[in-house]
């Protein structure tokens, strides 16, 4: 069994001081974004008491430290699409048993819709929020859960599906592309897609073990 967040962290020991993100005119460290995974996971844990916590953000190096993050924390992420209407997130929120969302205030309105529906069982953390990696990551050791993720459907033909995918799941992806495309450390990945669609989180924001 191998946890995303062990394997990132064994890439962080390789690369320390490599790039591992650009995010238009900004970039990050291997060491770096392992300092801000480590963070949110301190915040997650605090604050969030459920199992599965939904992510509701942008492409962004935030979305990426937030899921190491999540899972780092022993929870499930579940990966929200932003194009679906209010009432088909909602779906999602209550069929998944999510206990809290991570959001920023470009979701805003979307967030007064689903809020209700949490009502004393959940929390809405925002990732915008100069206090969200406030948090030391100091002596808080590391715990992982399976799933990794639900990833819902887009529920063209009726309601989103939840699909149940393992962080093996995941990692074995992730080889299966590396032995097809023969790419290795020293190449990188310009992501077009969205980090709610399953190639966006496989296949270029993916490590194998």
């Not at 967030?111 to 990551?137: E, H, Q, Y």
């Not at 993720?149 to 962080?167: A, C």
Request: net charge neutral.
């Amino acid at each position: 069994m191998s946890y995303l967040p062990e394997v990132f962290e064994r890439a962080v020991e390789a690369h320390r001081s490599r790039v591992a993100l650009v995010e238009e005119s900004k970039q990050w460290t291997f060491a770096e974004l392992l300092d801000e995974a480590n963070r949110v996971a301190a915040l997650v844990r605090e604050r969030v008491k459920g199992d599965a916590v939904g992510i509701l953000l942008l492409n962004s190096q935030r979305y990426i430290a937030t899921m190491l993050g999540v899972w780092k924390a022993g929870k499930t992420v579940v990966p929200l699409n932003y194009l679906l209407p209010p009432g088909e997130l909602g779906f999602i929120v209550k069929d998944s048993g999510m206990s809290a969302i991570i959001s920023s205030q470009f979701f805003a309105q979307s967030l007064a819709a689903l809020k209700p529906l949490f009502g004393d069982r959940g929390v809405i953390l925002m990732a915008d929020d100069p206090g969200f990696t406030a948090m030391s990551p100091g002596g808080i050791p590391a715990e992982y859960r399976d799933p990794a993720l639900y990833l819902y459907t887009s529920g063209t033909t009726g309601r989103p599906k939840g699909v149940i995918l393992t962080h093996d799941n995941l990692a074995a992806n992730v080889e299966s592309c590396q032995k097809a495309d023969k790419f290795d450390h020293n190449d990188a990945f310009l992501c077009l897609l969205p980090f709610f669609h399953t190639y966006a989180i496989t296949g270029t924001f993916g490590f194998s073990r």
